[in-house]
């Protein structure tokens, strides 16, 4: 439980609360019992008499309806009350499927509550459970279609996945004073027989929702070890997004994929965004250096897109910043992008950080990344991310210098 959820003792005879009431917290009874009572006309109505174990006002918590009866204790009632932002919380983060049933659930069950209400008051059973039902579509047609496209779109993703149209494509980073290949970012694709060349912008949000990216994630690192047994000396990174860290295992099982297949973990960097490194410090922190400790590199990837403060960086193990494309493209027609560029440049190197600039597709970008002494460039001046079959080739061709 957090800290939203406490422990609440009432005395005898108290109202917790009552009907018609906004509600945005739900119980369960520790200790003593009470009753939860509606309104007939001014008479009260005991409906239910609840006890150590039992939980009440809980239709509060999935939506934004008033109380549709009041609770009043019995004896002294000592409760754990949970608080709606607490529940909410946990819902989003819950299966859509399931979230989705739990609100539909508690709908109907707060219609049916109503309809059986207005039946005592003379309204007929049929029609009240009918109008309730038309209500109850109303308010969660939308939200199933969305679902129901949601889990289509996921079920076709973990499709993917198993017939293996999922494939790595690689882009160059090559080194700016010499005009080596230094290696490749490993960068996803889906292959659909179909359709084609599907871009990760239209599944990776998916993948990283339905989960479905921790292991395809897996997967990525273990091609990528196969890749690297067929080209000595190229450096590969890997990206890893946010979900990737919720796994308590991730480092571990990455580790074992490593030294499984991994001809050399110190040719692997693991790239990730500011986001990762602000969203649990410490947590990230600590797997970060157990990361390290596996010989591989640490990169953060769009760097200069999250956080405006910088102070954090040296806390956290890194080895290399990659300066956003957006800055890369705009260096030329505006001075602040060069400027920040510059201070990007100079502070990876105050941080004894290598620095990787993104997006590059001029000469002249290369040549002002260059002048002001940033180490690598990636981006489609040199090449765009091509097939595995294509690297290889590539890589031992390499790529001619500007001069040249
Ligand atoms: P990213 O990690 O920032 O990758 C760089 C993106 O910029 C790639 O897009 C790349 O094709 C594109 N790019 C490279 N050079 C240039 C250039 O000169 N100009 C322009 N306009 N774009 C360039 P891509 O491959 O579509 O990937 C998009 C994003 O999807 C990636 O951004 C990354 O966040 C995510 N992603 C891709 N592959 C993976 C993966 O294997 N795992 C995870 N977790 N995320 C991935
Ligand atoms: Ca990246
Ligand atoms: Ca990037």
Known sequence: MT?????QIFPPNALIFREGEPGDTAYIIEKGS?????????RELQ??????????????????????????????????????????????KSDPVIALF???????????????????????????IHTGDLVELEDYGLESAFTAGHLALTHELENALREKQLHLYYQAVVNLATHEIKGFEALIRQIHPTKGLI?????IGMAEESGLIVPIGYMIVTEVCELMKKMERAQININLSARQFEEVDLIQRIGAILA??????RRVTFEITE????SDPNRVDHMLSELKALGVKIAIDDFGTGYSSFSYLHRFPIDILKID?????????????????????GLASSLQMEVVAEGVETLDQVERLREMGCDFAQGYYYSKPIPITDTIDFFNRGVPSPEA
């Open 3 to 7: 800290g939203d959820n406490f422990y």
């Open 34 to 42: 009470l009753e939860i009572i509606v309104l007939m006309g001014n």
């Open 47 to 92: 409906i239910a008499r609840l006890g150590p174990g039992d939980i009440f006002g809980e239709m509060a918590l999935v939506d934004n309806q008033m109380r549709t009866a009041g609770a009043r204790t019995l004896s002294e009632v000592s409760v754990i009350a949970i608080g709606k932002d607490y529940v909410r919380e946990k819902l989003e």
């Open 102 to 128: 739990m609100k539909a659930i508690l709908g109907r069950f707060r219609k049916m509550h109503a309809s059986l209400k207005e039946t005592a008051h003379g309204a007929s059973v049929e029609d009240a």
């Open 199 to 203: 871009p990760p912008v239209n599944f």
């Open 260 to 265: 499984e297949h991994c001809p050399d973990p």
């Open 275 to 278: 986001s990762i490194l602000m």
């Open 325 to 345: 494309g957006s800055f890369i493209k705009t260096m030329a027609s505006n001075p602040k992008s060069l400027e920040i560029v510059r201070a990007l440049i």
